[in-house]
């Protein structure tokens, strides 16, 4: 019945099989030693032109990728370079047939670019002339042009003739396979696409961001999509050998996407997804030239992968730690000014700030609503910063602490206030308002709410509505806020004028 | 270039004479299912002017399709005196909010920037001149502070001036905006309301798509009712009375949606 356990009881043996294969591998580890070496010190002219090769491209897909991303068009990478299989499987035959080298790379591109682009046609027409969405077309025709492939290189497989072996590098990708004179040619094509990207990176820009201001300026929207698309099927067709057609997506998609956890800048994206593709794409390739049974394009992508773990872990911008530290700081900022806050109410209540013996903790518990954990804990740190001070469970604030509460205090009720007369909220919803929104008050907005407010810069206002711990009536407010009304009539009337 | 001064001035003045907008017999159609028909209006220069509309009136549509950006499939658009394709630079526009990402990894500069690319031109970087420009915008709609923020960082309100500074920074004549007073605070609307007079003292003329009737009279000197056709157009006293409203906000179906529903029901069988 249960599967486990047998799984578990075989995973030793299966370990164990497997770490054989991986050892495999390094099996003959002097001469993977001296390889690496010959890697490191670029010795071989061809290795040297290889990883330049695959460098450049890792860079411009990073580039390229960046628009894509931003633009949501990061699948359609996907569906062209699934779309090249038919035509590398075509050209293949054709060049068999005419007598021509089977193996010719610009022969095989030719084939890949010519239904690459007949992908992207098929895609834009579903979208446009159907109902459909293009995801959907998108779907369609990877799997459809795929399909096509692989069968028509079965066929060539049944050819008497067919040396189809190189073909599999296509799928998966081979630097191994590899001359100097394709890697050039990548090079060449990857550097083209860069230069263009940084050409037009302002127009690039407007585009992904505001196509529609883009289009009201004069742009020609449509022929900038197409430069874009353009540079999404050159990376495609080029990366086939290094990555795979496969693959290749991920040198378009990950490091872009690894880059925005890292900055809010555009400048800075496309720099970082530059650099994480331009790694990718030597490290890849460089394992690959080591350990030929292992294919470039799965290497480059889970390099890929590790930087994107890293990124969305670890990214300064939006990465989840830098997410949750700041959660974990405005938590604890908007416990400190709770704490704070009801501390000077409580000694408002009482009609001194100075309580000789300060205020229990029992008291505070009941003030508001707090976990005790949360509660113990602020006013730990409340200590340590210095706002107040502790004697068994009496607390006391500090001068710097009684300056800082009676501050916060007057900013809450200054935005209670501000809520009650120029947003229209019920003074019954104010507290739970003003507690949402005084967190993100900057120092210019509590400004410009005094000057509305008061002229009085040192007044702290009465707080609109009953205090939790308050039952008496609050007549007192309900003056300050009439005078606030009066307040506001004359502003209104001074504008006018 | 070689065209003498004097020549010149003469162009200029024919071309500030022109109305700023004149629309002729303007019919946009999407997917068989009319938008606009036939609609037909003129914008004297130096005016604020609303336009209102139901939702799915066409509003947007009506500013799209003045700029060429959705293409019409009848009439003429002039502004002041030549197609959009020439008179371009003269007009600034200002999107809807909701029309772009706001999670964009841009600065609040970098967007008011963006209203300078045309002038800046095809593959030249911006310098810090173009900067110095944006920022003079954004200091007058209030944002100068808020320059380097990322765009997610702001308000609805900031994001909104930050729209507007872009359309300013292009120092156009006439400007179309796309609901500049939706999902505002009332601090900006009121500064937005007081720019727009300012632009208008300067002699600008200013269209607006404009949701809430109640400021209507008070906001606009003329104004547009438009479903799907001008139901009318002119001054705010003559024109913006409750006949109109009803007309254009009336719940009976008129004889378009009588038409674009029958059409959709043909479609729908083939």
Redesign the interface.
Known sequence: MSVLPLILAKFPQAAQVFLSHVFALVENRVAIWEQMQRLALLQDYNTRVVLFGTATLGCAAGVVGVFTLLRKRALMGDAISHATLPGIAISFILAGTFGWNEKSLPILLAGATATGLLGVVSILAIRNLTKLKEDTALGVVLSVFFGAGVSLLGIIQQMPKGHAAGLESFILGKTASMVASDAIFIATASLLCLACCALMFKELKLLCFDEIFAGSRGYPILTLDLALMTSVVIISIVGLQAVGLIMVVALLVIPAASARFWTDSLGNMTLISAGIGTFSGISGAGISAIFPRLPSGAMIVLICAGWFALSVSAGSRRGLIVRSLRRLKINRSVQRQHFLRTMFELSEEANSLAIVDGISLATLSVARTWRKRELISTVRRSVKEGWITRIGNQIKLTKKGKIEAARLTRQHRLWELFLIHHADVAPSRVDREADHIEHVLEPETVAELETILSEDRQRIPQSPHELPHQQHDSSAARNVANDLEKKRVNIRNQENC | MTEDPKNQSQNQDKRTQAVPLSVRDLTVAYHRKPVLWDVEFEIPTGSLVGIIGPNGAGKSTLL?SI???IPMAFGKVEIFGQPY?KS?QR?G?V?QKE???WD????AL??VT?GL??K?G?????RSKHRTEALQAMERVGIA?LANR?I?ELSGGQQQRTFLA?ALVQNADLYLMDEPFAAVD??TE?AIIKMLRVMKSEGKTVIVIHHDLQTVASYFDHVILLNMRVVADGPVNEVFHEDNLNKTYGGRLTLLDEVSEAMRRRERSI
Do not use: E, H, N
Request: net charge positive; with cysteine.
């Open positions: 799209k700029m060429g950006i394709r371009q007009v526009y999107p029309s772009v990402d964009f990894p841009v600065t970098d967007v963006m690319y045309k800046i095809w593959c030249l970087p911006v502070d990322q997610s872009r009332a601090a009121s």
